[in-house]
């Protein structure tokens, strides 16, 4: 079945750009259906979802966090990623990949990957 | 944007209870458009329910979900010990997405 495994930086500073990259196992990314996507838990609190990608390169944002995401995504590698510019404590946080069911216009995760910390701090 | 709001907070049970999660909605969710995720700490999170009642694949049937509207419940018939985790609605009725702030199910 379809894995995800979140890598990157567990440490970013100030201002800095947060770039993570999710590795899709078991299943093409490419074969269309579902989205792909990142969400983000602050220590403590709920779950927030950050965006999403389709392997053509259609994507959605959250709108509070629109202005610094981009999604991208390498159909080659079977891989998808996230920079997130101009970075600050707020930021702080663990990072999760998943997959989103098309099903319906949007739709619920699954599966997810085991998410990665980043914490953002000189 | 959507607000979910999920009580109680932490839910204090022993293993053989059941265990009633609520998750109210500041709107009405299209079509029963919500879910239900189970979450223990550095594991993935995994989908239990969607379209409010329906089973995700291989989740026991203890676990049930209903609601319309602006009102949801899980529910879980007889705790587990491998049950004890934090519980999440999210809504995909409309964008963004949105998540509940979660019901710690803790063992009393």
């Known amino acids: 079945q379809v894995q995800l495994q979140e890598s990157g930086p567990g440490l970013v500073k100030p201002s800095q750009t947060l770039s993570l990259t999710c590795n899709v196992s078991g299943g093409s990314l490419s074969s269309g259906g579902y989205y792909w996507t990142w969400i983000r838990q602050h220590p403590g609190k709920g779950l927030e979802w950050i965006g999403d990608i389709y392997y053509s390169g259609s994507t959605y944002y959250s709108p509070s966090l629109k202005s610094r995401v981009t999604i991208s995504v390498d159909t080659s590698k079977n891989q998808f990623s996230l920079k997130l510019r101009y970075v600050t404590a707020a930021d702080t946080a663990v990072y999760f990949c998943?997959?989103?069911?098309?099903?319906?216009?949007?739709?619920?995760?699954?599966?997810w990957g085991q998410g990665t910390l980043v914490t953002v701090s000189s | 944007e959507f607000v979910l709001t999920q009580s109680p907070g932490t839910l204090s049970l022993s293993p053989g209870e059941r265990a009633t999660l609520s998750c109210r909605a500041s709107q009405s969710v299209s079509s029963t458009y919500l879910a239900w995720y189970q979450h223990k700490p550095g594991q993935a999170p995994r989908l239990l329910l969607y379209g409010a009642s329906s089973r995700a694949t291989g989740i026991p049937d203890r676990f049930s979900g209903s609601g319309s509207g602006t009102d949801f419940t899980l529910t879980i018939s007889r705790l587990e010990p491998e049950d004890f985790a934090v519980y999440y609605c999210q809504q995909y009725g409309s964008s963004p997405l949105t998540f509940g702030q979660g019901t710690k199910v803790e063992i009393k």
């Open positions: 998943a997959r989103r069911s098309t099903v319906t216009a949007y739709g619920w995760f699954d599966p």
